[in-house]
């Protein structure tokens, strides 16, 4: 796999199309084109220069998730460890559901998975090129073998829980790779394949999209909930406030 | 050695010495997990098996399964409870529990298959369980705390429990996880040792029956928590991934979609079991155990009774409607309160029915005969579940009365016989409530009862019920006529599954040697497959699955592939129930040791003397049954057991199992034949031998 990927913004970009496109663009405008943009190199020095901002190509896909929809399961989480590392274990996952049973719904469950970044902080802050972009799939994951552990991409991760984890059994560190490297899982994955927590997840609430989503604070958070889901008694607006009743009624069940 | 779902090692806990050592899991797997382990392990670690539940030299274990904390649908998420209990009547019999929730899954990422609890503390303590480290933690804080206080207090004990990684060690190769701490705890009930005290785990798992609650009150231990960031080895990781979406998209509903009703079963939809008079109408989202192929409950938007399903949430049902025509939230407040106190609510719900019926006789009220303080016109109010909950769990008034169960207070207070006589008294096995499947109708359900230890709470054949009523109440057809719904429940019953009449509950055929082959069948399928290797009641066995256009369940294909698959092993669906079959027998003479003999196995009286006439929706109980030679679905209600009738199908029973129908004991041939020679000595030592 290392042959083919990007460890090195340098090496994908020529020079030329760099000065084209400003920070602001970047940050604001470049979903659609299915481009992502970072700075290339200049987060090491520590500041800024619109020359060196640098075009890498946008993720294959992304994965969406519907904490409302959840039913806490943990089943994504166990295939995750389970295709990726032929064991169940929580803690190896690369999708996290944190749960507070005494809560109030919504606020009871909390989903974070890497959100395949058009400005992946964790590939920019990996003095190694360990974190990269591979070159086919756009996916952003992690050259194990360059791996020195020094868990720069796991602080660099923007989410309130980083999507870039450590691999405290293998030592190195990992992230979502929409299983694109899944050794224990028959079917291909990656952008085109199968993602294994989307395949069992029993409910619906996790979705695989080759769309760039719209990227907010709460991350890929949408609504995946139709009327066969209110017809369960469960609310289908977007802030999950309406009562089953009125959403089954409303449903036409 | 952790290998195929096993990780390893049993955490035995000396309470009295506050010491714990490591017991090999591998010295059991011939057990296969839960119930099985459970029960080896109590024959070698309580040495004198005659002891009272409350006596430290009681042994209380937790056992896991190879599948727990693995993606095998429904099976991930179980414990197993087992120990002697401190409810029933009149033995407190070995008995077993078991809870759902993540506690399963936790214990084995701490690298352990199971916990052996024994000895007693001298003051109040908690285990505090973090991988390997076992810690004996003052529970002085803790002591007098709800379930749900307990379990925050201590989350706020651990570092850094805002939603991130919490570092579980001192170095970065420790281990972290995002998930709290699973916490097994009692409330008061539990701390008072109340026999209607549970374990309960998060906001709605609980161990209820059997009264381990006072257990863990009698052993001064408050509760346990637990967390892990180790592996669970699977044998054949890619063919377990294959098998759970064989599983869901050959037999679970479609993702988040309504399917056609179905009594507990792998089909259902995942929709939360209400069995409140009125529905919470507030905003709700789904919860299920690790692991659920689709989970059975909620949360709301108000926090109250999270969690709570099925029959917790028809606990105060009858009593609310009667004093309001209507549901009301004096449900919910009762739901979420027996949660936190820790009260079994199977118990709390047909003991207040008894308290009522006392009242209305004018035995018992305030300055009456059984004087207490409660205010018996409140009943179905908020504030007398209130009342009387807190009256129980502080063993206060009539809570000091009802500290060993309903039946035991009715016998302190000269009323057992006349009670059980009019039938007010609604517990006919073993001292336990009636589950709401009345042994006079739902027979099965009585049977299997009272040949065990406890009210067997397990939906297989009842679940059939369930589907009919709701297509009834809905004006649906139903998709299998009864004579396809017993030639596809009885092919899958190995090794009987050449009688197609095992599951006809006409009037006929219930004390027929076809249907003592239905209990034989279900006390040893639910022994391993259901109780050992945990899969879960309210999904397992699956006989009928209308999500498929032949209508036959995961059942006997199901159960083994992902035990196989995590294993490593190759048992057939028949390897299991044999196994059962062992276990079964083991716990059979650990009761005989207890003083059970044939004779003392038999219902309350109005079983036998009073006709059930309304099942638990009205004056209709179908189930499959003959009429003329052909299948039905037939209407059981209007009759009782008929005394003569159940000895002969005791009888048959036994037959069956190979015991000695005189006294009820296993004989040494069939103990031997079970690799039980060991139990046979036991009980030859014990002169409680079946004759040959």
Redesign the interface.
Known sequence: MVDKDINSIEEIVPAEEKSTISRRQFITGMGGIGVGIVLGGTLFKGFLLPDEVIAIPASGGYLLVDS????????CM??C???H????????SRI???????????D???I?QCRQCADPKCVSACPTGAMHVDKETGVRTVDTAKCIGC?ECVNACEL???GA??N??E?HAQKCDLCLDTP???ADGGPGGQQ?CV???????ISFTTEIPVQTDAGYEVN???E??A?????IDDE??????AAAAASG? | MATGGYVGKILRVDLTARETSVIETEKYTEWGGGHGIGSALFWDLCKDKTVSGRDPGNILTFMTSPLSGTMAPSASGRVEVQGIGTAGYPVNWFTRSNFGGRFGGQLKYAGWDGIALEGKADVPVWLDIINGKVEFRDAADLWGKDTQETQKLIWELKENEEHGWTEIGKTRDSGRTTQKPAIITIGPAGENQSSLGCLVHDAGNAAGQGGFGAVFGSKNLKAISVVGTGSIPVADPAGLLNARIWAKEEYAAAPGQRVEPNGPTFGVDPAPVFLYAKNPDGPMGPQACQGCINGCRARFDTGIANESSCQETSMYKAFDTLAHGEGTDASYIATDLVQKMGVNSYELMQGIGYLYALSKMGVLGKGLEIDTDLDMSRVGEADFAIDLITKISNREDIGEDLADGFVRAAEKWGRLEQDYAIGILDFPYWGYANHGYDPRAETEWGYSSIMGDRDMNEHGFNANFWSVIKHMMAGLEMPVSAEEYAKITTAKMVPYDDDPNMVDYSTENIYSESFAKLVVWQRHYTRFWKQSALYCDFRYPDFTNYNREDNVGITGDGEPKFWNAITGQDITFLDGIELGRRIWTLDNAIWILQGRHRDMVQFASYIYDIPLENSLVGPYYPMAGKVDGQYAYINVLGRSIDRDGFEEWKTHFYNLEGWDPASGWPTRETLESLNLAFVADALTEAEKLGGE
């Open positions: 409302k929809k959840c039913q806490g399961c943990n089943t166990m295939a460890s389970l295709t590392h032929g064991v169940e274990n929580l803690s190896l996290q559901i944190v749960q507070d049973p005494f809560a109030c719904f919504p009871d469950k909390m974070t868990q309130n829980l980083s984890g450590w405290f059994e030592k224990f899982m028959d294994a395949a069992v997840c029993p409910t619906g609430a995946l909930r139709d066969g889901w017809a369960l008694g469960y609310p999950g406030k309406v009562s089953p009743a069940y």
